[in-house]
């Protein structure tokens, strides 16, 4: 009997470096591509239906948005995609791609590509690509001013201090609008409310290195699998990027471990110690892994709550890698122009601006508290509307006493007659 012939490849209709700028697209404009319902192409533990995939690729290659992909879904475009060495599997239930969930077939590859500046690096090649399908709102410094209870002169200080260092910390009071404003930042200098180059995280006491950086993560059977963090993935992404900025905000950022959730990255974040030159090896990594480092277009904005007694304050060495920027309670003309703008009743909007402002200076000159415990002005900035005189009232006398009376009761915890006296001095005829 004669042996069965070898079956004969499919015709190319891609190469793999198309498919990857494919690829990189899709990861960089966050685009949605129809579902797959049967198969996904796994690529650096990601997801993707295969043959809008391949049609993306195959648009990029004809230079033709119109173009439409030749074969059909399934095992036509699924051999295309094998033979330029990308993985198919069978779809299953999944979270969030990358996740710990979702490494089952894709841990070994993440691990191996966990180098931002690899040679296989998604960059294309010169030929045009398609404009995104959908539209930014730009952001200027006009629409950051009508919103954030700053100055021109101090948000001019925050910008310039963020382009020096391209790390910034924004600390004070809560409710002093931090994450507001850091997030306010990064819009300003990517020029458009562009959130698919922005990741928020918020540290906590059980947030860790494996978390942020790197490590070892349990699977839906049992077994673990390297699996990267927050940082090495944006970082991926800005590397792959690097015309155009990328923002990580750390909301809280002193309410973790620091220096053992950053791990490499406080050396790294450095400006002076961006870039391939300044690659170190992971602690988890494998040995023959490529090294990692953080690209020059990462700017990082992190928040600091001064007021919270159980939080250790930051070492000196994490405190030179950073720009600080103060913000205090803004109890004045910004306020009362919201208040106003929300129909606020101007009487109680003057009640409210000047007990506020007595507080705090109660709370400043205390020895044991000071001007980091002072109360910011982020409870009054979400009025109701409408608003009569009668609701008004109601609105600002429940925050005096089921927000600002707590708070007041914990900064007086060994004196609560002076928190109960200063209660009573908030909700006089209100």
Aim: glycine share 6%.
């Amino acid at each position: 009997m004669s042996p069965a012939p070898t079956p004969t490849p499919p015709p190319a209709l891609l190469t793999r470096e198309q498919v990857l700028r494919a690829l990189r697209l899709v990861e960089r404009e966050g685009r949605r591509l129809p579902p797959s319902t049967v198969y996904e192409l796994l690529y650096r533990g990601r997801r993707y239906p295969p043959r809008a995939v391949a049609e993306l690729a195959y648009r990029l290659a004809q230079a033709n948005p119109q173009a439409r992909w030749p074969l059909a879904a399934g095992q036509p475009t699924n051999a295309q995609l094998e033979a330029l060495d990308f993985t198919i599997a069978a779809k299953r239930p999944m979270l969030a791609a990358g996740s710990a969930q979702d490494h089952e077939q894709a841990a070994e590859q993440q691990a191996e590509n966990l180098y931002v500046g690899s040679e296989t690096s998604l960059r294309g090649s010169a030929m045009a690509e398609p404009g995104a399908t959908y539209s930014l709102h730009p952001y200027t410094k006009a629409n950051a001013l009508t919103e954030l209870f700053i100055t021109d002169n101090e948000l001019a200080d925050s910008l310039a201090g963020l382009r020096r260092r391209r790390a910034l910390l924004l600390q004070g009071p809560p409710g002093t609008g931090k994450t507001y404003l850091a997030r306010r930042l990064a819009w300003l200098l990517l020029g458009a409310q562009d959130e698919g180059r922005i990741e928020l995280v918020q540290f906590h006491p059980s947030y860790g290195y494996e978390d942020f950086v790197l490590g070892f993560r349990p699977g839906p059977k049992g077994q673990f699998g390297l699996v990267p963090g927050v940082l090495p993935l944006l970082c991926q992404r800005a590397a792959q990027d690097p015309e155009r900025l990328y923002f990580l905000l750390i909301d809280e950022l002193n309410r973790g471990n620091v220096a053992r959730i950053f791990g490499e990255f406080l050396l790294l974040l450095e400006p002076d110690k961006r870039g391939p030159a300044h690659a170190l090896r992971l602690p988890y990594a494998p040995p023959e892994a490529p090294r990692f480092f953080v690209p020059e277009n990462l700017y990082v904005i992190g928040t600091l709550n001064l007021a919270d007694r159980s939080l250790a304050p930051l070492d000196y060495a994490l405190r030179r890698r950073f720009a600080f920027v103060a913000m205090r309670p803004q109890f004045g003309a910004p306020l009362r122009k919201l208040l106003t703008d929300k129909e606020v009743p101007m009487p109680l909007i003057e009640l409210l601006l000047e007990r506020m402002a007595a507080l705090n200076h109660v709370i400043a000159a205390d020895p044991e508290l000071g001007a980091d415990f002072e109360i910011g002005h982020s409870y009054f900035c979400a009025p109701p509307t409408p608003l009569g005189a009668a609701e008004a009232s109601s609105w600002l006398r429940l925050i005096f006493e089921q927000e600002i009376g707590p708070l007041l009761a914990d900064y007086w915890r060994e004196q609560p007659d002076k928190a109960a006296a200063q209660l009573r001095r908030l909700l006089v005829d209100v």
